[in-house]
């Protein structure tokens, strides 16, 4: 075999093995799967007109036996409302980053989970997702109503005497910062820094109450 043979047949196994080494340190990413509930442009408008409405009392029992009382948490400053579904997937997966935000406020602003299940449901929901904060058990979803929280994972800040300062229809990345900066912005406090990474990039809501 003559040696320029061998040195095309060198230079394509240097050629391959290239390849292979390029493609090997290429990450492995996947496509962000499309939310299961989008957020659509008629949710975002009726959750933008609930802005600095009055929003509706509660006084109620938590899963713990303590009181939540909205006007009490309000007095100084506001609270952060997540509206939950027992057993909804979506009500899962967003937990987490509402735990991550009550946690990067240090408990500095009163977060309250409302749930649809039963206070029961709720206690093992607590557990479950090692929630910190409390949660009340709606199950005629009268303050999903009153809210107009039409899907599982909507939130809402009410500020100070009980002001809805703004309603979200769901989460993403963009939307969870957004929340962080409300929320300090209200309650007068330093911005938190909060990982949500990981958080889905797509708008995505819940499903139906």
């Known amino acids: 075999m003559r040696l320029s043979d061998l ?3 060198a230079a394509g196994v240097l050629s391959a093995a ?7 340190a290429r990450p492995n990413v996947l496509a962000e799967p499309e939310p299961r509930h989008p957020i659509t442009d008629e949710m975002l408008h009726e ?20 009181k939540v009382n909205l006007t009490k948490l309000t007095e ?6 997540i509206f ?16 991550r935000l009550y946690d990067g406020f240090g408990q500095k602003v009163p977060f309250v989970g409302v749930t649809d299940g039963t206070l029961v449901q709720g206690k093992e929901w607590k557990a479950h997702f090692q929630m910190t904060f409390p949660l009340i058990s709606d199950p005629k979803k009268d303050l999903m109503q ?12 009410v ?6 300062v703004k309603l979200w229809p769901g989460y993403d990345q963009a939307m969870l910062g957004e929340m962080k900066a409300a929320i300090a912005r209200e309650a007068g ?8 990474s990981d958080a889905p990039t797509k708008p995505t809501s819940g499903c139906v109450f």
């Open 7 to 9: 040195s095309l047949i």
């Open 18 to 24: 290239g390849l292979g080494l390029l493609l090997a």
């Open 47 to 66: 959750a933008a007109a609930r802005a600095n409405s009055t929003g509706p009392t509660i006084d109620a029992v938590d899963t713990e036996g303590d």
């Open 76 to 81: 100084g400053g506001p609270a952060f409302l």
């Open 84 to 99: 939950i579904m027992d057993s909804c997937p979506c009500s899962m997966e967003a937990q987490p980053f509402f735990q």
């Open 146 to 157: 009153a809210f107009g929280a039409k899907h599982s994972a909507y939130t809402a800040l």
């Open 159 to 164: 500020g100070k005497g009980g002001r809805v």
């Open 189 to 196: 406090v330093p911005d938190p820094k909060v990982s949500t």
